[in-house]
C-alpha cells in the first residue's frame, strides 16, 4: 500500500487550481461522422492492452460492422455535450521498471502504463482530430512545434536544428540549444488557461467544454 501511494504521488500530482466554463454553442459535433470515427478506429491495434471493461479494440471493431452509427452517436453526443463520462476516465495502471536503474527502490525508477477503455480513447482521439485540424486550418500552431502535428516528426525537428547550427557556424556565430523536460506536464496544465487560450484560438465551443470534462476530476 505504502509503495502504490509513493508512486500515485511521484507519477500523478494534484492539477493546478481553477477551472473555466466556456458558454454554451459550437458545431464541432457536426462534423463527427461515420468516416472519421471509422478511420480513427481502423488505426487502434488489435493487440494493445484494454482497460477496467477489457473489451480490446478487435471487439470493437467487430460491433463497428455490427452497428456503426451506434459509435457515431455516442461519440458525437459527447462533443455535442461537453462530457465524457468519468467512468471512462478510470484507467487501469500497470507499473513497468525503467531498464538499466542504478536503484529499483526510487519511485522514478518505474514508469506507469495507463490503459483505458477503447471507446473512451476513441471518443478522445475524435475531438483530438478536430482540435488539430482547426488549428492547422487557422495556422494557430507556432511553427516550431513538432510534436502531435501531422507530417511532422522529431527528424524534421532534428534536420532544422542542425540547418540553424550549419548556418550559424558558416557565419563565424555561436549557436546554442535548451533543451527542456517538464516533469508530469499533462497533470500539470492549468484548465483556466488552456480553455481561454482554447477560445482565443477560435475554437468551437463544444470542443472546450469537451477537453474540461475530459481534464476534470
Not at 458558454?23 to 478511420?39: I, M, N, P, W, Y
Not at 495556422?139 to 547550427?165: E, F, I, P
Not at 465551443?205 to 476534470?216: Q, V
Request: aromatic share 8%; net charge positive; with cysteine.
Amino acid at each position: 500500500m505504502e509503495r502504490e501511494q509513493a508512486i500515485m504521488r511521484a507519477h500523478f500530482p494534484n492539477a493546478p487550481p481553477g477551472s473555466f466554463e466556456p458558454r454554451e454553442g459550437g458545431r464541432a459535433f457536426e462534423r463527427v461522422d461515420s468516416h472519421l470515427v471509422g478511420s480513427l478506429l481502423a488505426k487502434a491495434a488489435n493487440t494493445s492492452a484494454p482497460g477496467d471493461g477489457r473489451i480490446p479494440a478487435g471487439i470493437v471493431k467487430v460491433f463497428w460492422q455490427w452497428d456503426k452509427q451506434r459509435i457515431v452517436q455516442l461519440a458525437r453526443a459527447c462533443i455535442r455535450l461537453g462530457y465524457h463520462p468519468k467512468l471512462w476516465k478510470t484507467a487501469k495502471g500497470v507499473v513497468i521498471p525503467k531498464p538499466e536503474k542504478p536503484d529499483y527502490s526510487k519511485v522514478r525508477a518505474y514508469r506507469v502504463i495507463s490503459l483505458l477503455d477503447v471507446i473512451s480513447k476513441l471518443v478522445e482521439r475524435t475531438a483530438a482530430h478536430l482540435i488539430a485540424n482547426h488549428l492547422e486550418r487557422k495556422r494557430g500552431l507556432h511553427d516550431g512545434q513538432y510534436g502531435c502535428r501531422k507530417r511532422r516528426s522529431c527528424v524534421d525537428a532534428v534536420a532544422v536544428l542542425m540547418n540553424r547550427t550549419q548556418q550559424a557556424w558558416q557565419e563565424k556565430r555561436v549557436a546554442g540549444a535548451l533543451f527542456m523536460d517538464v516533469k508530469s506536464a499533462f497533470n500539470n496544465v492549468s484548465k483556466a488557461h488552456l480553455g481561454k487560450r482554447m477560445e482565443a484560438l477560435g475554437v468551437e465551443l463544444d470542443l472546450i467544454r469537451w477537453t474540461g470534462s475530459f481534464m476534470s476530476d
